[in-house]
């Protein structure tokens, strides 16, 4: 069954991350909707969203293709508010080995032979602080772009 490209280059990206060992355990999913209840944020998620395309003319037979991939960084913490900082200090250290990893991964191979290459990875926000005060969930999102032409 063909897939479209970002759903392709997700799907590199959730078997990457999968394979990564970090500070903390974690299972990378592709996701379209990344919606969870804060009791199944006990553990670390890492959902991975397409998010945007876009196409400029590469030459005359060929379009760069540059794909936005979110990976999303949750967790519910399970402290009292002096503990907050204790607690997020460990998921944003994750959250730059994620980064780092991602940068260091330069190319992903695609279903069907085609490559994307990284092109720059933003991490914005760093850290939801409405979600740290009204649910004590750390939220953080790493944006990537990838490069194919075709």
């Not at 590199?12 to 944020?41: C, G, I, Q, W």
């Not at 030459?59 to 960084?73: F, K, L, M, N, Q």
């Not at 409405?130 to 750390?138: A, D, W």
């Amino acid at each position: 069954m063909a897939h479209a490209v970002s759903i392709l280059i997700a799907d590199a990206m959730v078997a990457f991350l999968n394979a990564l060992t970090l500070s903390h355990p974690f299972t990378a999913e592709r996701k379209y909707v990344p919606s969870y209840a804060l009791e199944d944020l006990a553990a670390i998620r890492v959902p991975v969203v397409p998010r945007t395309l876009e196409q400029e003319m590469a030459d005359r037979s060929r379009v760069d293709e540059t794909y936005a991939i979110d990976v999303g960084i949750l967790k519910h913490l399970n402290c009292s508010d002096d503990q907050v900082e204790a607690a997020a200090d460990p998921l944003m250290l994750f959250t730059q080995q994620l980064a780092e990893a991602l940068r260091n991964q330069r190319t992903l191979s695609l279903t069907g032979g085609a490559v994307a290459a990284w092109t720059g990875l933003v991490n914005d926000p760093l850290y939801i602080p409405e979600h740290l005060t009204t649910m004590r969930q750390f939220t953080s999102v790493l944006t990537t772009t990838w490069k194919v032409v075709r």
